[in-house]
Nanobody, 122 residues
Framework: QVELVESGGGSVQAGGSLILACAFSGNTYRDYCMGWFRQAPGKGREGVAS???????NYADSVKGRLTISKDNAKDTLYLQMNNLKPEDAAMYYCAATLSPNLCRERKFTYWGQGTQVTVSS
């Protein structure tokens, strides 16, 4: 069974940076499409970024140029480098995984972590 554990959340001022990490276990990491999602209080879940098993990436327009998704297949870990953070980036951030290329393209993920909180003060 795949398990995902996020870390790296915290509180920063606007303009600051954070690096989120997601540790993957339970299967062959390099075969999986991985994604980051976020959910702010009172709002729906939003897809932030995804990275397929071939390394191709996709980003939400709101984060392009500021957030970078990457994966380290040697460490079975997914990262989200977050720069120039804005108050609207504050949310619970979740990582997710799917083995299916079709589900990856549809942004429908099978496995989810418990989340890590990001707070951005203005």
């Amino acid at each position: 069974q795949v398990e995902l554990v996020e870390s790296g959340g915290g509180s920063v001022q606007a303009g600051g940076s954070l690096i989120l990490a997601c540790a993957f276990s339970g299967n062959t990491y390099r075969d999986y499409c991985m994604g980051w999602f976020r959910q702010a209080p009172g709002k729906g879940r939003e897809g932030v970024a995804s990275i397929d098993s071939d390394g191709s990436t996709n980003y939400a327009d709101s984060v392009k140029g500021r957030l970078t998704i990457s994966k380290d297949n040697a460490k079975d870990t997914l990262y989200l480098q977050m720069n120039n953070l804005k108050p609207e980036d504050a949310a619970m951030y979740y990582c997710a995984a799917t083995l299916s290329p079709n589900l990856c393209r549809e942004r429908k993920f099978t496995y989810w972590g418990q989340g890590t909180q990001v707070t951005v003060s203005s």
